[in-house]
């Protein structure tokens, strides 16, 4: 790409330094992010622990010891810091194990009061079968006799999390993409989601977030909205993107919330985001739809007053505070279409 590109990855104009840019752009950013979640709109990343957003959304100098970046200070610190910019974080961690009262409480230590996190829910909830992986040990590959256990997720997921309540916002259960294996008929899993939604204690804010196209119909949607709980929009490798998905499922599916996560781009693994677009210090590859179905999912969020969690990811197109100053821009109607110098997905 060219050097001469602004916050977006479109071309530079005016005399600004690339400090000046970059401290507009945290300032839009933050400003956006107030304002949205005053009125029940969160947006924010999925995690923060990012070196290479340094320079954009965080201080290296202050991470420093004895002269030298310290990685393990900025894991340690830097959510205050990102805190200061966006009132929200999706926190993909509590993915792969119960978290603790002590690292909720040591989470929220660093956060405002205003601050919502969103949690992914542990796997050990939301597989059917664990995947042959090295991270599984003597599990891979074995049926999980623990799948939609609503009592061990009420003790051992929302037990922990009561002591940071107030700070909680979506919690995410994450469905694998099922095989037959899994279930012959998509029937089958629905009744064990519906099952599973009833026994959960109210007052909490639920989605879910499939991986099986073929599920995104009217028997899914309905077993959602009779227990109110909101779907969790996704642009992942084998789903539509959310723009059609929206289409699929419209733009908010009952008068309580939704979710959504900017993942990666259909059709494209996480590995190969990985490998493109890491370190995620700027946008290699603008998403139209996903900026678009972004935007209009906030707007209609607005305006019928319902909660949405927003998150944008690294692996869409390759630096996510970028692109959700994109899509606040793209609200305000003042982000120009034009991607020179940074490709057009």
Same mark, same amino acid.
């Given at each position: ?38 009125? #029940? ?64 409480? #040591? ?26 992986? @090295? ?8 049926? /999980? ?10 003790? @051992? ?54 991986? /099986? ?20 929009? /996704? ?111």
């Amino acid at each position: 790409m060219s050097d001469q590109l602004d916050l977006f990855g479109n071309e530079a104009s005016g005399s600004r330094t690339d400090a000046e840019r970059e401290e507009s752009l945290v300032l839009e950013l933050r400003t956006g992010a107030e304002r949205l979640a005053e009125q #029940g709109v969160y947006i924010g990343t999925s995690s923060w622990k990012y070196p290479g957003w340094c320079g954009l959304l965080y201080r290296a100098s202050r991470y420093e010891r004895r002269g030298r970046f310290a990685e393990a200070r900025f894991n340690r610190e830097c959510l205050s810091e990102y805190a200061e910019v966006f009132k929200s974080v999706c926190v993909d961690g509590a993915y792969y194990q119960f978290p603790s009262e002590q690292y909720l409480t #040591g989470l929220a230590e660093q956060v405002p009061s205003d601050f919502r996190f969103s949690f992914k829910v542990t796997d050990e909830i939301t597989l059917k079968r664990y995947p042959n992986i @090295q991270r599984m040990g003597d599990r891979a590959g074995r049926e /999980n006799s623990e799948f939609l256990n609503a009592e061990r997720f009420s003790r @051992q997921f929302l037990g922990p999390l009561e002591a940071i309540r107030d700070l909680t916002g979506l919690l995410i259960f994450e469905f694998s993409r099922f095989s037959p294996a899994d279930f012959r008929h998509q029937h089958e899993f629905l009744d064990s989601l519906d099952r599973f939604l009833g026994k959960l204690p109210k007052g909490w804010d639920y989605g879910v977030e499939i991986r /099986n196209e073929e599920y995104l119909n009217p028997d899914y949607l309905a077993v959602l909205k009779r227990n109110q709980v909101g779907h969790v929009y /996704n642009s992942w490798e084998a789903m539509p993107g959310v723009d059609r998905q929206i289409a699929l499922a419209g733009d908010l599916l009952h008068d309580l919330h939704a979710g959504a996560r900017l993942l990666l781009k259909p059709g494209r693994s996480y590995k190969q985001a990985v490998d493109r677009f890491a370190p995620y210090r700027r946008v290699q590859e603008v998403s139209e739809s996903a900026r678009d179905a972004g935007a209009r999912l906030i707007e209609s969020a607005l305006l019928k007053k319902r909660r949405l969690y927003l998150y944008g990811n690294n692996r869409l197109e390759g630096c996510s505070p970028r692109t959700l100053a994109a899509i606040l821009q793209r609200l305000q109607g003042t982000e120009g279409r034009s991607t020179d110098g940074a490709k057009t997905a």
